[in-house]
């Protein structure tokens, strides 16, 4: 993990949250920093070695990083007992749903640019 | 004199070190069972941790507050993590540039479908407004998820197992529901278990086919940005 691209990270997330504050926008910081940094790597046309291997340092146990915020459902099981029928009919019919009208779009929109081609 | 067996264990319930250590503990068995199992999707490693850390917890009477003064220091690394997706976003897209308006077209209509769905389904069958809120952002990387859920009002620690379920099923019934249909482009396949669940679908997507990957990976960046602008917005034009 090299500090400089540390640093550009925690800066862009920093710019981030400061852009968030100062224009009100209901966008959370760290996702502006993500912005940042896109464009950044857009306008640079490629991303640097030492950044290539920082994100992926940071990103192979991404999900260790939910853990902490996971168990904090513990101070919601009464409502989870409440209303565990709405959420998982809501969790399997709309994830199922999601996956279906994201791929019958994208054949669509396939076949519309794709007219007169001979693909199958 | 030896101190009691007590006193020790107050000493460290209350120091960063042991929410820390028990976290990391958790989650390597988690990931341990995880690989056990062919990597099957049901034996989700976070799922398996937030399970034994809530069962300690509960068992050994200690807050969660307690546990997250230590803990919040992996928490913290959320931030950054989150600007760091810019890197595998800006890899995926080089990739599939040719067909960015198909792409993008596509994942705006499946990150509106997620999120209206949730919510109207939930709705429907009388959730408390806390729980949709919390439901809304269910189809997005966890660290946004969990960043949009907290403007919106919902609860983020809700939303971040809501996410992680999400991915579960998505991993689950997305081959199942696009065969069914007969999907059979890699790419249409992949944007649509990369936005309807994140990463958990992209890292399914990946075992399966490498285009399939590579665009699941896309879908996930760019669903992530496309809810985190567009939800809070809607919620502002309606509340």
Redesign the interface.
Known sequence: MVLRYLTLLLVCQLAGEAIRIGTGLPIPGPVIGMVLLFVGLLVRRGVPEGLQTTSGGILQHLSLLFVPAGVGVMVHLPLLADEWAPIVASLILSTVLTIAVTALVMKGMGRLTQRGEDRP | MKPELTEIWVYLSASPLSALTI??V??LSGDWLYRKAGKNPLLN???I??LM??GF??LTDTA?WT??EG??F??F???????????????HFTHVKR?A???F???V??SA??AI???G??W?????K??LFS?AP??VT???A???A??MGG????T???????GI??AV??TW??NL?R?K?W???G???G???H?IGTARAFEVNDVAGAFSGL?MGLN??AT??LL??L??LIF
């Open positions: 976290t990391l958790a989650y490693p976070v799922l941790a937030v850390l809530v917890l509960l969660y546990y997250f803990a919040q992996v928490h690394l959320l931030g950054p993590a989150t600007v760091a997706l810019a890197v595998p976003l800006y890899n067909s308006i198909a792409v077209t596509s994942i209509a499946g479908t997620a769905s949730a919510v389904i939930a429907a069958l009388g959730a408390s806390e729980t439901l269910k189809s966890t660290p946004i969990m960043g949009i907290e403007q609860l983020p620690s809700l971040a197992v809501l996410v992680i379920l999400t099923i998505g019934l997305g529901t696009l249909l999907i482009d790419a249409a396949r944007l649509a278990v936005t309807a669940s990463g879908a992530g940005l985190a602008i809070p917005l919620y502002r």
